[in-house]
T-cell receptor, first 112, second 116 residues
């Protein structure tokens, strides 16, 4: 039973435009969410996180939005750069537990 | 910058053989995780250690998989015997083990296992 879902396996965006990656979750107990980025032959690296007390968190070109009622979060990258091309995983956990549930990932391709 | 180390990076083995993977977490990180990532899927937790104790191994196929972290530092994941379906990336991660950002997991580069 997959508790975190990323329904788009891939996304292609032109350099300079906005990339929007989506993630849905089913467990209403989740209250902490993260995005990881993964390049080929490397382990995932932390990108940005958000707790359920917020609906938006911004870090430079990256913004994560959380819609608790819809159990949906999204990652916006503006402007997109070719170096952003990677697989992006969303993950969810309960704040006082350190077990993460990962989505299946979205492969982002930013075209020059 | 401190990193999680894993070895080997690649392993090819025949089914029914034994394989072992090693992980050295970031110094001071109390929590260590082993994940399996099948191509096209997200990482799936196999086992989680808090210091030397297992706190979650509910998804570990215990008939063939074992994991240990004897001194609460580095860890070994073993598969015996390996099966074709075990072909995957095995990722190790570590964290401080607190709340919020202290939960942030730092991943190693992984071991790519191919079972023939």
């Amino acid at each position: 039973d997959q508790q975190v879902k990323q329904n788009s396996p891939s996304l292609s965006v032109q350099e300079g435009r906005i990339s929007i990656l989506n993630c849905d979750y089913t467990n209403s107990m989740f209250d902490y969410f993260l995005w990881y980025k993964k390049y080929p032959a490397e382990g995932p690296t932390f990108l940005i996180s958000i707790s359920s007390i917020k609906d938006k968190n911004e870090d430079g070109r990256f913004t994560v939005f959380l819609n608790k009622s819809a159990k949906h979060l999204s990652l916006h990258i503006v402007p997109s750069q070719p170096g952003d091309s990677a697989v992006y995983f969303c993950a969810a956990s309960k704040y006082n537990f350190n077990k993460f549930y990962f989505g299946s990932g979205t492969k982002l391709n930013v075209k020059p | 910058e401190a990193e999680v180390a894993q070895s080997p990076r690649y392993k090819i083995t025949e089914k029914s053989q034994a394989v072992a993977f090693w992980c050295d977490p970031i110094s001071g990180h109390a929590t260590l995780y082993w994940y399996r990532q099948i191509l096209g899927q997200g990482p799936e937790l196999l086992v989680q250690f808090q210091d030397e104790s297992v706190v979650d191994d509910s998804q570990l196929p215990k008939d063939r998989f074992s994991a240990e972290r004897l001194k609460g530092v580095d860890s070994t994941l073993k598969i015996q015997p390996a099966e074709l379906g075990d072909s995957a990336m095995y990722l190790c991660a570590s964290s401080l083990g607190g709340q919020g950002r202290d939960n942030e997991q730092f991943f190693g580069p992984g071991t790519r296992l191919t079972v023939l």
